[in-house]
């Protein structure tokens, strides 16, 4: 959600840390400030509400300038969207603190802190930790040691960085939950919350571990672990550049990466698939160990990657012949789980850090499953870090709130992991070296479907004045329609709902009329006759149907029917291909209603709160 950077240097830094600011807006936020140790025991602070233009606007009018600062953008929790509530916050002129997550605790740390004479000037918890911080500075502690001291106090998921005025040779970093790196450079050292906002100045990181305590400096890093031991912590070479984050030649990030998914595809197979087979050592070395005790699996995920979950259900039910549970990430936290023998639990996460996904991951290592595999598109997550078997979905940066490409590789990576646990259950090679050709064509089937971004450009023109919208599919292609829903409404603020077709009878119908549009994915399988049945039902009532059909399906566009043709995908592929033609209707309904394609309102690209 909130995004962190802060900057040690024998140069002005605040350029490097608007820069971040700006590399982190994908993650959404609404204020946005910068605190700088200004001169000697003095610290100077500039925060706006809005964009970050409007803070680049006071730092026109009001410059900045120092070797040491902290800077952030907020997407507000506790108290409204104001300047007052906006970060750094500042305790007495000398402690600058910015924080991601919330403090669950705070109201009785502020009651606290009142009765010692502080005045508070925000209505937020991170201000809590500004003023603590202070009260131990000044009962003689250095600065690493009140950050420690403040964190203990602290319940909930967090991550801070903190400046001293009156010590401005280093930032104090933490971090519980809330994910943190370290940047490190010849001279100058850096934090940020995700790499991105960094990589113009470096490109090694250190990625803190849970309850890690980090003390930076220009020439070197002190980390601490939750017990307070001095550890190290491998450096790692980011393989993303600077140049991965910019949306050039296109309009929108959310476009560009629509337009990576061949090239991500292709990535997320090299190296999986070799002389027709997929490689089950790919995911690990205990990978064939794990997948030999296989009996049930369980998916826990949110949103877009839980999504992604529901269509490999089918795939692994009708491939691998194995149970397959899916459920919201945020459900299975506060439910009593029952593991069956021989289950594996399966997370999927675009960031590697959703604070429930995550939550959930720590549950399972603690129940009676036979291991943990993740599928990611962070190498060095938290989620990746604490799991078995890892399947990396390589889909590069993802900017956009609104997941593209992280969606099409995590089924691409689903439907690898679902043909290792076929294969290992006795699927013919004949057979798999059929389906592996399959998913050799996926990508070049993606390039197909974006050849249509024409027509759903025109296409767009008969939603942009709509105020709701069903989406149907059967089979797979039901949790594909959910999908389409989901980019729907987040990108055009249309309130959009996806249904099993066979569903429309119990309640859906009821909202039909003409001015309904009905989005159906119909591809050309066993289903398809049934689904007709559906659109006839919809036709009679008056609902405009859009339908996305395959080759040789018998659809005709007539009054009320426009039949959207897609190019040929064997059903194995389908639910990646139909997939494509949604997000880019999703896209140009946006662009004509003027909303934030890239940063919807309201939402943020990396949940790492609850």
Known sequence: MCGIVGAIAERNVVPILVEGLRRLEYRGYDSAGIAVAAGKNDLDLRRAVGKIAALDEKLDRAPLG?????????????????????????????????????????????????????????????????????????????????????????????????????????????????????????????????????????RRFIHLEQGDLAEIGRDAVRIFDSAGEAVERPVHESQWSSDSVDKEPYRHYMLKEIF?????????????????????????????????????????????????????????????????????????????????????????????????????????????????LTICNSPQSSMVRKSDLVMMTQAGPEIGVASTKAFTTQLIS????????????????????????????????VEKALAMNGKLEDLAESFAEKQHALFLGRGPMWPVAMEGALKLKEISYIHAEAYAAGELKHGPLALVDEEMPVVVVAPNNELLDKLKSNMKVVHARGGQLYVFAGRDSGLEREPGVTVIEMPYADRLIAPIVYTVPLQLLAYHVGVVKGTDVDQPRNLAKSVTVE
């Open 66 to 202: 120092g070797r040491l600062g902290v800077a952030h953008t907020r997407w507000a929790t506790h108290g409204g969207v104001t300047e007052a509530n906006a970060h750094p916050h500042l305790s007495g002129g000398r402690v600058a603190v910015i924080h991601n997550g919330i403090i669950e605790n705070h109201e009785e740390i502020r009651q606290e802190l009142v009765s010692l004479g502080y005045e508070f000037s925000s209505e937020t918890d991170t201000e809590v930790a500004a003023h603590l911080i202070r009260e131990h500075l000044e009962q003689g502690h250095d600065l690493l040691e009140a950050v420690r001291l403040a964190a203990k106090r602290f319940v909930g998921a967090y991550a801070l960085a903190v400046i001293d005025a009156e010590n401005p040779d280093r930032i104090v970093a933490t971090r519980i939950a809330s994910p943190l790196v370290i940047g490190l450079g010849l001279g100058e050292n850096f934090i940020a919350s995700g790499v991105p906002a960094l990589l113009p100045v470096t």
């Open 260 to 372: 990576e998914q061949p090239r991500a595809i292709a990535d997320t197979l090299y190296g999986r698939v070799a002389d027709d087979r997929v490689v089950t050592d790919s995911l690990g070395p205990r990978a064939v160990e794990l997948f030999e005790q296989v009996r049930n699996l369980h998916i826990v995920a949110c949103g877009t990657a839980y999504h992604a979950g529901r269509v490999a259900k089918y795939w692994i039910e009708s491939l691998a012949g194995l149970p397959c549970q899916v459920e919201i990430a945020s459900e299975y936290r506060y439910r009593d789980i029952v593991v069956s023998e021989g289950t594996l639990f399966v997370a999927i996460s675009q960031s590697g850090e959703t604070a429930d996904t995550l939550e959930a991951l720590r549950m399972a290592r603690q129940a009676d499953y036979i291991g943990v």
């Open 414 to 445: 689903l439907l690898l992991v679902t043909l290792m646990l076929a294969r290992q259950r006795g699927m013919p090679e004949e057979r798999e070296a059929e389906l592996v050709t399959h998913l050799y064509r996926a990508a070049g089937a």
